[in-house]
C-alpha cells in the first residue's frame, strides 16, 4: 500500500476529523475567553480593586537601555526595548483565563455526558394476567401430582 494512499485512509477517518474540528473550535473559542477576560472581567476586578491594571504589573530585571525613548513604567514599552521584566501581572490574566475555559470546558463535558445518558428506564409493566387456558393445565397438574397411584 503506497504512503499516500494510507495518509489518505488516515486523513479521512471520523476520528481525525473531528480532532480537527476540535482544534479550530477550540482556536476561535480561546479568542472569545480571551476577549471576555479582556474586557469584562479584568475592568471589573480593576474597579473592585481600587483600579488596579493586572497587565502593567511587572518587575523589571534588567537596565533600561540609554537609547529608551518610551515610559519606564509600561510594561509593553520594556518589553519593546527588549528590557528583561518579570510579568507577573500578564501570567495572572492568564491564569484567569485558564481557569474561565477550563470550567466552561468542564461544563460542557458535563452537559456532554449527560446528553448521552439514556433517560430513566420506565417503571416495569405489570404482568400481563395468566391466560384461562394456562390456569386450567396448572389445576390438572396439581390433581395429578396430588393424586393417588
Do not use: C, H
Not at 479582556?38 to 537609547?67: A, C, E, Q
Not at 527588549?82 to 485558564?98: D, E, K, Q
Amino acid at each position: 500500500m503506497s504512503v499516500i494512499k494510507e495518509f489518505k485512509e488516515f486523513a479521512v477517518k471520523g476520528n481525525v476529523m473531528d480532532l480537527a474540528v476540535g482544534v479550530i473550535i477550540g482556536g476561535a473559542f480561546s479568542s472569545i475567553v480571551n476577549s471576555v477576560v479582556k474586557d469584562l472581567i479584568m475592568p471589573v476586578i480593576g474597579v473592585v480593586t481600587g483600579g488596579l491594571d493586572f497587565s502593567n504589573m511587572f518587575v523589571r530585571l534588567g537596565n533600561i537601555p540609554p537609547s529608551f525613548k518610551g515610559n519606564p513604567d509600561s510594561y509593553k514599552d520594556l518589553q519593546t526595548a527588549g528590557v528583561a521584566v518579570f510579568g507577573y501581572g500578564s501570567f495572572i490574566t492568564v491564569l484567569i483565563n485558564f481557569i474561565i475555559l477550563a470550567f466552561i470546558i468542564f461544563l460542557m463535558v458535563k452537559f456532554i455526558n449527560k446528553l448521552r445518558q439514556p433517560d430513566a428506564a420506565p417503571a416495569p409493566a405489570e404482568p400481563a394476567p395468566t391466560p384461562e387456558d394456562v390456569l386450567l393445565l396448572r389445576e390438572i397438574r396439581d390433581s395429578l401430582k396430588n393424586s393417588p397411584r
